[in-house]
């Protein structure tokens, strides 16, 4: 069975940081190509960052120079680094795997970006 469980959403000032992290299932993980989308309320959901199993990473331009993902192969982890927050990257986030043709995803972590 594929889980992937995201942690670390919460309320955050604008300027301010936060961490998001995605443990997934150790049988998926080396092979996957692991990605943050997230879907703001009225809006359709949008790819923020993905990263291959080799350690490429792409970015929406809209967070560019602010958010990093990364991954920890040994810990089976996927973390996403969201720096400068403003509040339009407010959004529910979510953890998604893509391995050959079946894609995955984890159930969400609500971010808020308000003063």
């Known amino acids: 069975q594929v889980q992937l469980v995201e942690s670390g959403g919460g309320l955050v000032h604008p300027g301010g940081s936060l961490r998001l992290s995605c443990a997934a299932s150790?049988?998926?993980?080396?092979?996957?190509?692991m990605g943050w989308y997230r879907q703001a309320p009225g809006k359709q959901r949008e790819s923020v960052a993905v990263?291959?199993?080799?350690?490429?990473?792409t970015y929406a331009e809209s967070v560019k120079g602010r958010f990093t993902i990364s991954r920890d192969n040994a810990k089976n982890t996927v973390l996403l680094q969201m720096n400068s927050l403003k509040p339009e990257d407010t959004a529910v986030y979510y953890c998604?795997?893509?391995?050959?043709?079946?894609?995955?995803w984890g159930q969400g972590t609500p971010v808020t970006v308000s003063s």
């Open positions: 990263i291959t199993s080799g350690g490429s990473a």
């Open positions: 998604n795997a893509k391995v050959t043709l079946v894609t995955y």
């Open positions: 150790k049988n998926i993980f080396s092979l996957a190509v």
